[in-house]
Structure formats: structure tokens, C-alpha cells
């Protein structure tokens, strides 16, 4: 009896232990899915600090190699003065009145984004564009160009092949072209010559700057920085927080990158659809809804046509052939169906029921903005 008893005892204790195991897991996984429902952000992702910025360098320089795609010396004045400039510095004089026809040269503007804490002799990226005629840039070789900042100092020097990601063919007065050929890029193709001094080592504190002003997200970075390093941090506006630093400047680097790694729930983006009025892109997030509305759709079409007719006099006759043209013009307007869009949380529900409409993404931009106008439209409108 004893022995059936401490068993059972046994079994009581087992279960108890098993049920206070499935408890714990199940707390686990809840806390697990409230994490992923929090979307939670490392401050670096959405955030910087203050004085960590890019700069940008500009520059003019020359696209040589070019296979007869160039400039037209003859209507690009400057590309032939950039010429003789360039050969003067490399030792080599024109005779005065050389009429220069170059085919296998190009003008081009040199841009690059010089990033924080880059120290010379390091290499970064640069894009070359043209701004002459020239057909293509393809398989050319951009020659030493200086790059300068705002302040007309020297910060790197670019040089090197230009990589044009297109193709283009002309024969017969006909003509194909893939993709831009009139700008590419040098992968690490500019060399730093000089650094941009940086603010982030100096004061007793430093700045973390958000890069969307939200007044919620500032006060949970301040807080979960304060968890980190109490009493340290505190939200000035809806955009900057202000942290005190360790005054030496190797604690500083590592409590920056302590702070930088700290998690926190991501802001909630407000709805918006961007729209490219250009290209007819049209680009929505999942926070935009739309109410319940009516939309008619019809195209308005105007043809031109020219009718020739020809009047030919007898032959014993002293008349001359005459050809008039007489124009033609003929309006058709499609018949726009009105169409109930239901209201919709869901962004495929929103994508289909204009998809259902029948109108291509140009014809969209008028009809977003008029549900704007409407109310219907439940988002911020940006067209670019």
C-alpha cells in the first residue's frame, strides 16, 4: 500500500512538473510572438548620430577610348578646350588656330558621396554622366578628375574604366537602345585625399538623431538607452535625443556601439502611396486602405487623318496636277463603366480592385488622385 502510494505521489509531482513546463513554453512563444508583432529595430536602423554624415563631391573631367560615340567637337565648344587644357598640362602644345575633330572623347560631370570617418588613401565609389552629345560612354576611360565639396577643396581624385550596364546599335537610319548608355559607374574608382573632420568625439554628449520625426519612437529610444545606461539619456524633441558620452574616446566608441545595437519597436508608418507621374510606378504600403466608392473609367480619343486627293487634267489640256489634303478629325470617348470598389483593409484587396478597373498606371495617377480628393482614399498621396 505504501509503495502504490509513493507512486502516485510520484506521478502528481511529474505532472505538476510537466504542467509547469508547458506553462513556461507557452509564456515563452507569447513573449516570442509580441516580439515579432513589436517589430523590433536596432537604433542604428532607424536611427544616426549626430555629425555621422555622407558628403557630396562633384567634379568635370573627360571620358576618353570612346569607339567614335563622343561628343561633336563642332557643337561641344568645351569638351576641345578641356583638350588642349589637358594636353598643355601633360607637356604637349597645339599649333594656334588646330581645328580638333575628335570622335572618341566626352565631357562628363563626376559625382560621389564621401561617407563619415573615411580617411585618405581610401577608396569609394563614383558615378560619371555626360553632358555633352555624345551617343555612349561605353568602353570609355574616365581620365584623372579632382572631385571638390561645397567649400572648393580637393577631397578625392577619380579615375579609372566607366561600367554602362546598356547596349545600343544604329544601322540604316534605324536605331536600338537598351538601358542608358550616357552614364555608369567606377566601383571604388575615386581615391580620398583629404578627410572631413567630425564632431561625434567632442562635448559631453552626443546626439541620436532619428531619421523620421516620431514623438513615441523618441521616447522609447531615451528609454531603452536609460535601460542601458541610467539616467543618461533624454528625448529633446520628436527627432533628437540627447545621450551623455564617456568622456574618453575609446569608451565612447564602444558605448556608441553599444547604444547603436539596442532594440526597439520600429516606428508605425503612416499610410502613403507614391506615385511616379513620369514612369506611371505606382507604390503603396500595407497601412492604406481605401472606403467604399464608385469610379467610371473612359479614354477620350482624337484621330487626325489626312485625306490626299489628286486631280489630273486631260492630256490635250494646258492644266497642271494639283494634290490637296484634306483633314479628317474623328472624336471617340470609350464608355467608362461605373465600378463599385469595395472598402478594403487589406493592400491585395486595395491592388485588385484597381487592377479591376481596367486602366493601365498612368491612367491610375488621375484616378488616385481623385479618390484622394474624394476621401476615398485612406492614405497620404506623394507624386514625384
Same mark, same amino acid.
Given at each position: 500500500?505504501?509503495?502504490? #502510494?509513493? *507512486? ?7 505532472? *505538476? ?6 506553462? %513556461? ?16 529595430? %536596432?537604433? #542604428? ?7 555621422? !554624415? ?10 576618353? =577610348? ?16 578641356? /583638350? /588642349?587644357?589637358?594636353?598643355? @598640362? ?32 581610401? %577608396? ?14 561605353? +568602353? +570609355? ?10 567649400? =572648393?577643396? /580637393? ?8 561600367? &554602362?550596364? $546598356?547596349? $545600343? ?38 546626439? &541620436? ?42 569608451? !565612447? ?7 547603436? @545595437? ?6 508605425? *508608418? ?17 497601412? &492604406? ?7 467610371? *473609367? ?43 470598389? !469595395? ?21 491610375? &495617377? ?5 479618390? #484622394?480628393?474624394? =476621401? ?9
Amino acid at each position: 500500500m505504501a509503495t502504490r #502510494k509513493f *507512486h502516485v505521489q510520484k506521478l502528481m509531482r511529474a505532472a *505538476h512538473f510537466s504542467m509547469r513546463t508547458f506553462w %513556461r513554453a507557452l509564456a515563452v512563444v507569447f513573449a516570442m510572438c509580441l516580439s515579432a508583432n513589436a517589430q523590433a529595430e %536596432r537604433i #542604428k536602423d532607424i536611427a544616426t548620430i549626430g555629425g555621422m !554624415r555622407d558628403n557630396q563631391l562633384v567634379g568635370y573631367g573627360l571620358v576618353t =577610348g570612346l569607339d567614335g560615340s563622343g561628343d561633336q567637337t563642332t557643337q561641344t565648344p568645351f569638351t576641345v578646350q578641356s /583638350i /588642349i587644357n589637358m594636353l598643355g @598640362n601633360l607637356g604637349v602644345t597645339l599649333p594656334p588656330g588646330s581645328n580638333l575633330q575628335l570622335k572618341n572623347v566626352a565631357a562628363v560631370i563626376v559625382t560621389a558621396e564621401l561617407p563619415a570617418y573615411v580617411r585618405p588613401g581610401q %577608396r569609394i565609389d563614383v558615378t560619371v554622366s555626360s553632358i555633352g552629345n555624345a551617343k555612349s560612354l561605353k +568602353g +570609355g576611360t574616365l581620365v584623372m578628375t579632382p572631385l571638390k565639396g561645397i567649400d =572648393g577643396q /580637393i577631397y578625392a581624385i577619380a579615375q579609372g574604366n566607366v561600367a &554602362v550596364i $546598356g547596349a $545600343g546599335a544604329q544601322a540604316g537610319g534605324a536605331q536600338q537602345t537598351i538601358n542608358h548608355l550616357l552614364a555608369g559607374r567606377i566601383p571604388s574608382g575615386a581615391t580620398v585625399e583629404r578627410a572631413v573632420p567630425a564632431m561625434v568625439g567632442e562635448g559631453a554628449s552626443v546626439t &541620436v538623431e532619428l531619421k523620421e520625426t516620431d514623438f513615441n519612437t523618441a521616447n522609447r529610444v531615451a528609454a531603452a538607452i536609460n535601460k542601458v545606461a541610467p539616467n543618461s539619456a533624454q528625448a529633446l524633441d520628436g527627432r533628437s535625443i540627447q545621450v551623455l558620452a564617456p568622456a574618453q574616446l575609446s569608451e !565612447r566608441v564602444a558605448f556608441l556601439g553599444q547604444i547603436e @545595437n539596442i532594440e526597439v519597436a520600429g516606428p508605425r *508608418h503612416g499610410a502613403r502611396v507614391v506615385v511616379n507621374a513620369r514612369t506611371g510606378s505606382i507604390v503603396m504600403n500595407r497601412n &492604406v486602405t481605401i472606403e467604399n466608392c464608385a469610379v467610371a *473609367h473612359g479614354n477620350l480619343t482624337v484621330t487626325i487623318d489626312m485625306n490626299t486627293r489628286v486631280s489630273q487634267p486631260p492630256p490635250v489640256s494646258l492644266g497642271t496636277t494639283v494634290v490637296t489634303n484634306t483633314p479628317q478629325i474623328s472624336i471617340n470617348q470609350d464608355g467608362g463603366t461605373v465600378m463599385n470598389v !469595395r472598402g478594403s483593409a487589406n493592400l491585395a484587396d486595395v491592388v485588385k480592385a484597381l487592377n479591376a478597373i481596367g486602366a493601365k498606371p498612368p491612367d491610375l &495617377v488621375s484616378i488616385l488622385q481623385a479618390m #484622394k480628393a474624394s =476621401g476615398a482614399l485612406r492614405a497620404e498621396l506623394e507624386i514625384i
